[in-house]
């Protein structure tokens, strides 16, 4: 036993000794390693959560979507309550657990405590039936109950955290306020509480009330098939099932609603993107390790003549791969560690809450250990070798071409290049759409704040907040307009235009102040009418042209109803311009609004500002309600493709950071292994330009031909993928050439570093040291 440890001792001692050898081409193989373990970790963490939720939940192959159909209708027929009702009755036995539930809804409600303090709050809610709970495997935590009666409610944890902190809900009453309930009740008492998850599944609300309370909300109608029956004998039963709703016949079918092929497929392809990640870090951590191998084989073969056995040379080398992939494995935790608070801080809460990082660091722990599997199992090849060769064979003999790398290298050029391609291209496409937006001169997006008008308690002392806000130094302008607000993310309503052809044409529609146009510089044609004017509509040049074409003047048709033109302006702003789908827009007067923008005079702090606008808002709104006021600028559908170009930069910027480490990882250890070749081509006469041609021809040849094999294949998937969107970008030849300036600029600094270096050498010194 003492022997067996001492060996071990022994065979780490030296394997450690080996690895300082070359400790900067071991820390940048572990580095690639550990970012490749990292990003696929949080990948795989992130699908696992999102891609096909269902199937986590028990007997995922009983579950079952229904869905209802009209005898000529070409689409699902949403479920209302009636319908519902009407299901449950007939489907008795066909079926089990009818699980109901809406869409997330939001509305102001108030909580009145035991103590019979009452507080406001904004909650998010959906209207279910009492299997909702069971169905979804959503635990309850005080005890089994779930609503009977029609005034009784279940809340999830986290809503109950907020409004009961550490001790029961149960007993509080959620009173309705904007909501008139279908059921006549406003009062709904708390009887459970429910852990629900935030996962794929979307279930996520504050409250969870009976479906009598919206009857006419869309429902998704959720059952298990009964035990011992198969999907086709279910829909053969349903489809003898039906019922007449007005003049159309319904009917149900059911669909399974776990391992469809669309949903299996988009989990495979976002880890197989991932995969490339690990794969090119674990692709550069093999290639060192086989070329430090290869260039060890002298040393190999000196230890067999010495009498050392196939196991004594198979344990030393495995021991370098643990302590090397050990040494990846730690890197990674602390790069996560690193990674973590930097990600809370500046995430928004809703990107990060479906991470958990025990479960991140498992996955790690995982997939540390199945590489460590492949590895020792990849190991075996070179000890295989060992057996072919003795000490006089590789005295005669200088080895072979490192095939094996060059390969590795290819691959990693590969994703890279795939990568940072589809990168450019989308960072190219995102400057054309932003070029077809429309901003007016003289607009500072930056000085402009938002005020969503969202609670009961801001829109009813709304007349105090406005003349505060309004007698402030530091504010130059306002307007209002009616613009839909979803968490920032803009989005408009429509109406048609019929042409004299009978041809129909889209039409964007906006509300608010008249001021909007002043506002935003956009420049106008006719008179600012007051806010409330019947009847009138300020339409866009381009839906004026067609107008002319049309000779339609002074009034036009918008839907089943005629308007006076008021005026003409140039475009709504940040409309997108140039798109076929729509042939304008129309602004409506009204002195209804959903947003209330504001300017900050020039020269004023917009931060300080902000504050000082929620300081007044915060008077007459209470600390349970939100209150959104934000830069306006900086919540809008453009940031969130911000956003995703970002994440996109990131890959590539990885992948490109893999690589390069590769290429000096590799002419890193070819410099070293190399230093008498080069010592003795300096003697005999070798020159500059020689110098560099032998270690550059082989990372140029393979730059060249991974360019040459990825660009057609890339500029073709990116033409598919953006097919119908009518952006240009993806055709030009700009980002081939910034993709082939960018890499090729990048090996050159990676592999001319180290050529540099080699053409310093002092043959003397280099042959004195081998």
Known sequence: MNLKYGMIGRYLKVALRNLLKYKVQNIVSALCLAIGIVVFSMVYLFVDRFADAYSGLPDPERRVLIRAYGEEAERNIPFYLSAVNELVSRTEGALDSVSVHSATLRMDVDVIGKDGRNLPYIVQYMVTNSCFFSYFNLPLLYGNYVPTLPNEIIISSDFAGKIAKNSSPVGMVVRLNSLKSGNGIRDYR??????????????????????????????????????????????????????????????????????????????????????????????????????????????????????????????????????????????????????????YRYLPEETTDWFIAKDCYLTQTALYLMVLLVCLCIVIYPVWRVRGINLMNRIRTNGQKHSFRAVMICIQLFVSMSFLGAVIIIHLSYGELRGRLYYPEKVEENRIVSIDMNTDAIRKNWDVIHSEINSMAEIEGQTFVNE???????????????????????????????????????????????????????????????????????????????????????????????????????????????????????????????????????????????????????????????????????????????????????????????????????????????????????????????????????RLAMINALEGSSLKSVYGWEWGIILFVVMALLITLAVGWQIIKLMKVNPAQAIKKE
């Open 190 to 343: 708390i009887v459970n509480v429910a852990d629900v998850s935030k996962d794929g599944l979307e279930l996520n609300a504050d409250c969870y009330f009976p479906l009598e309370v919206f009857p006419y909300a869309r429902t998704l109608v959720y059952a298990l098939i009964p035990e011992g029956q198969t999907l086709n004998r279910v829909n053969k039963a349903l489809s003898d099932i039906g019922w007449n709703d007005g003049e159309q016949k319904i009917s149900v079918e059911a669909s399974p609603v776990s391992g469809q092929t669309g949903t299996l497929l988009a989990k495979y392809l976002v880890l197989i993107l991932a995969s490339l990640i690990l794969v090119s870090g674990l692709i550069n951590f093999l290639k060192f390790t086989f070329q430090m191998f290869y260039a060890r084989q002298h040393e190999l073969a000196l230890r067999k003549s010495l009498g050392s056995d196939m196991k004594g040379v198979f344990g030393l080398l495995s021991t370098e791969v643990f302590c090397m992939l050990s040494f990846a494995f730690l890197l990674s935790l602390v790069l996560l560690e690193s990674m973590l608070p930097l990600a």
């Open 484 to 714: 839909e607000s979803n968490n920032g993310l803009l989005s408009y309503q429509f109406t048609t235009f019929l042409k004299h052809d009978s041809a129909e044409v889209n039409l964007k529609v906006m509300t608010g102040n008249p001021d909007y146009f002043r506002f935003f510089h956009i420049p106008l044609r006719g008179k600012i009418l007051e806010a409330e004017m019947e009847g009138v509509v300020y339409i866009s040049q381009s839906f004026a042209d067609l107008l002319r074409h049309e000779n339609a003047e002074g009034m036009v048709k918008l839907g089943n109803r005629t308007y006076q033109i008021a005026g003409v302006y140039e475009d709504l702003y940040r409309n997108m311009t140039g798109n076929d789908e729509f042939a304008g827009s129309v602004f409506f007067p009204t002195r209804d609004f959903k947003v209330w923008l504001l300017k900050v005079a020039s020269g004023k702090d917009v931060d300080e500002v902000m504050k000082k606008i929620k300081a007044v808002c915060r008077k007459y709104v209470p600390d349970t309600l939100p209150l959104d006021v934000y830069k306006y600028g900086k919540r809008t559908v453009y940031s969130s493709m911000q956003i995703l170009e970002t994440m996109m930069w990131i890959l590539a910027a990885v992948s490109l950071l893999l690589v390069v480490l590769s290429v000096y990882s590799s002419i890193s250890m070819d410099s070293v292994a190399r230093q008498k070749e080069v010592a003795i081509r300096k003697i005999n006469g070798a020159s500059r330009k020689d110098i560099v041609m032998l270690f550059a021809r082989s990372y140029i040849t393979m730059f060249l031909l991974m360019f040459l094999f990825v660009y057609p294949i890339l």
